[in-house]
Every structure is written in structure tokens, then in C-alpha cells.
């Protein structure tokens, strides 16, 4: 065989490996930081995972994360390891977002007219550009999993919980199935069931994705989810969106 070839096909290895090793090594560091700084507490009356930014922001484990981040390789990932993966990646850029912009009061700040902050700031991974918006809708959405609208969090405060460890591809069923749960057991942002006037109040995220619940139908996966008696339905209504920042500097 040429000697060139191999010489060419060890490079290409060697740089495929170490892209590997980056998204492990990467997963750790946001597992640490996740651990450190995510506890639970209540803001504007609402139960929740806060993020302490500030704390967040000072520790030197988070640029060297965005750093090696930026070298990891997510091609040729299953969709479950494609929905993990980018998830994680989803909720870190978008802390970083918070932290890099001193961000104190909701994320939505940070649009403009033209473009909203999920579509303003980019990042680099294995040289290529991403926004928050591309990451959610040109690569999550399209891996037929609605639960991933429960897994990824924009910041605010009636956003699902940030779950306080990493998605991973081998515990993924089960990370899903229990952050589903606990987020429509919060009867002030998730979902709530009144028994007695047959009304159903839940979040607007099951009103702005309800296409991507077709497939279940979006009252059956409520009721199967949340394990919840669930009779005839005279009333559907959702909770007003708080857009308030999920944490505190």
C-alpha cells in the first residue's frame, strides 16, 4: 500500500480521535460545572433549577470547555447520540450567552429587530458556525424526538429545568422520561390538571412546538407523561411565559 495513503489515513484517524476525546473531555467539564452551580431555590414564585451565573462565570473550567468544545466532533452520531450531545451543547452555549454578556435580567434582551438571541451569536465547532436557533431546529427538531423541547433550556425562568448532570447516550430514555415528569409536575410553569372544572393549564411550549407532538398527539403524551388521571378535557389553557433570567449573578 502507497506509504502516503497510510500516512494520510493515521492523520485523519489521529485528528478523528482526538475530536472524540474533545466531546468526552468537554461532557465532564459541563457535568463539574453543572454539580457546582445548579441548585434548587424559587424565583418569582416559581419552583426551579437556578443557574448561579456569576459563580459560573469566574470559574476557569468554562472557557477551557467553549475551547475544546470548539474541537469536538459530532458527525457520524446516532440520533441518540446526536440528541444528547447536542443538547448538552445547546444549554452550555446558551449559558454561555448569559455569562458573556453580563446578562442579569432575561435572555430576551439580548435580540434586536432584526434577529432574535437565538439567532444573533454564533460558535465555532469543528469549523463550523452554529447558532442557538440553528442547534435547536436545523439538528434537534429534526431527530423526531418532541421530548427534546423539555431537554434544552433558553435561560428563563418558565423554561423546562436544567437538568443537573449531562445527557448521555446510554441513560437518554430514562433522562428524558424523568425530566418530562418532573417538569409537568410543576403545577406553576409545567402543568397543571383542576379536576374539578376539567381545565388543563400547561406551558406555551406545548402551544409553539404542538406540530412536533403530532405524532403521539400532544394529550395523550401529557397524560402518559405525567402519569396523571386525566378525564375529558372542556378546557385547554396555558400559563403566561416568564421570561425572567432562570438564575441570579
Known amino acids: 500500500m502507497n506509504p502516503c495513503f497510510l500516512l494520510i489515513l493515521a492523520l485523519l484517524i489521529g485528528k478523528d480521535l482526538i475530536s472524540q476525546d ?3 473531555h468537554f461532557t465532564k467539564l459541563y457535568d463539574e460545572m453543572l454539580h457546582d452551580y445548579v441548585k434548587q431555590g424559587k424565583k418569582d414564585g416559581i419552583q426551579l433549577q437556578l443557574i448561579h451565573y456569576g459563580a459560573w462565570e469566574k470559574d476557569s473550567k468554562h472557557p477551557k470547555a467553549l475551547a475544546i468544545l470548539s ?3 459530532l458527525k457520524n452520531l446516532s440520533v ?4 444528547a450531545h447536542w443538547s448538552n451543547i445547546y444549554n452550555f452555549l446558551t449559558i454561555d450567552l448569559i455569562i458573556k454578556n453580563k446578562e442579569k435580567q432575561s ?9 432574535s438571541p437565538w439567532q444573533s451569536y454564533h460558535w465555532e465547532i469543528n469549523n463550523q458556525s452554529y447558532s442557538l436557533d440553528q442547534i435547536e431546529h436545523n439538528i434537534l427538531r429534526k431527530l423526531g424526538e418532541p421530548r427534546i423541547h423539555i431537554a434544552i433550556v433558553c435561560a428563563a425562568i418558565s423554561c423546562p429545568d436544567i437538568r443537573v448532570e449531562p ?4 441513560m437518554l430514555e430514562f433522562q428524558l422520561k424523568e425530566q418530562t415528569a418532573i417538569f409537568l ?7 397543571n390538571w383542576d379536576d374539578k372544572l376539567q381545565t388543563i393549564t400547561i406551558s406555551k411550549i406545548f402551544e409553539w412546538f404542538q406540530d412536533d407532538f403530532k405524532k403521539t398527539g400532544l394529550i395523550p403524551f401529557l397524560k402518559k407523561a405525567s402519569g396523571q388521571k386525566i378525564n375529558t378535557i372542556k378546557k385547554k389553557k396555558y400559563f403566561d411565559y416568564n421570561w425572567n433570567l432562570n438564575g441570579y449573578w
Open 107 to 115: 435572555i430576551k434582551n439580548l435580540g434586536n429587530s432584526l434577529k
Open 167 to 170: 445527557y448521555t447516550p446510554k
Open 185 to 191: 409536575k410543576n403545577t406553576q410553569k409545567g402543568m
Open 71 to 73: 474541537k469536538a466532533n
Open 22 to 24: 474533545a466531546l468526552i
Open 80 to 83: 441518540i447520540e446526536k440528541i
